[in-house]
């Protein structure tokens, strides 16, 4: 079992505090877990028709349309991915096994703009893992304008539900360095695993 302790613990807490549906666990899985995820990833194919690369898992999203339907349905996750998925079902951080997995790769300087995951078409708790660099992630509310930054730590366990996920739109700036905690850090080669569960229309 990984310590879980975080390099900003107070920055994370209130964040957390703030952003109620929002949960964050550093360190959820080990070095050697990740080394052994990031080797498994960079065997599977890329897709390249985003800015950033991406592979996905079990169902595929149109990030264009905004939309999955039966007809994306890709099959079975695979099994490296499919004891995350159990882990994180089994752990009590999602509602129930998820059945779509997708991983984005950001080099430094790419991003994603802020956005709110697709609401007809994925269940209300979504959970991400981070590997590799460091990044921060930033939180904007569309109804106040307020924005809330937090560190996403490799290794670390992001959780989404609520008002976290419906009314809070999440980004990462396209740049090459992160500002946080009065340290600038640089960035690196980021991966990312979302877990989610399909809403099929």
Not at 8 to 24: C, E, H, M, N, W
Not at 39 to 65: E, F, M, P
Request: proline fraction near 6%; glycine fraction near 6%; charged fraction near 20%.
């Amino acid at each position: 079992m990984s310590v879980q302790t975080s390099l900003f613990p107070t920055d994370s807490t209130a964040v957390q505090k703030r952003i109620d549906g929002l949960s964050y666990i550093p360190n959820f899985i080990t070095p050697a877990e990740e080394a052994t995820l990031l080797n498994s990833i960079d065997q599977q194919s890329w897709l390249t028709d985003l800015k950033r690369r991406v592979q996905h898992y079990g169902w595929k999203y149109d990030y264009t349309a905004r939309r999955v339907d039966e007809s994306m349905r890709l099959g079975a996750l695979p099994d490296w991915l499919m004891d995350y998925c159990q882990r994180l079902y089994a752990d009590g951080h999602l509602p129930k096994i998820p059945d779509q997995v997708i991983i984005n790769e950001y080099q430094p300087g790419q991003g994603i703009v802020p956005h709110v995951d697709c609401v007809p078409c994925f269940e209300e708790t979504i959970a991400s893992i981070s590997l590799g660099s460091p990044c921060v992630m930033e939180f904007t509310h569309p109804a106040t304008s307020e924005k809330v930054a937090h560190m996403l730590e490799p290794r670390s366990l992001l959780i989404f539900s609520g008002e976290a996920r419906y009314q809070w739109k999440h980004g990462i700036a396209a740049r090459k360095t992160d500002k946080y905690a009065g340290q600038v850090i640089q960035r690196g080669r980021r991966v990312s695993l979302t877990f989610r569960n399909i809403i099929a229309g």
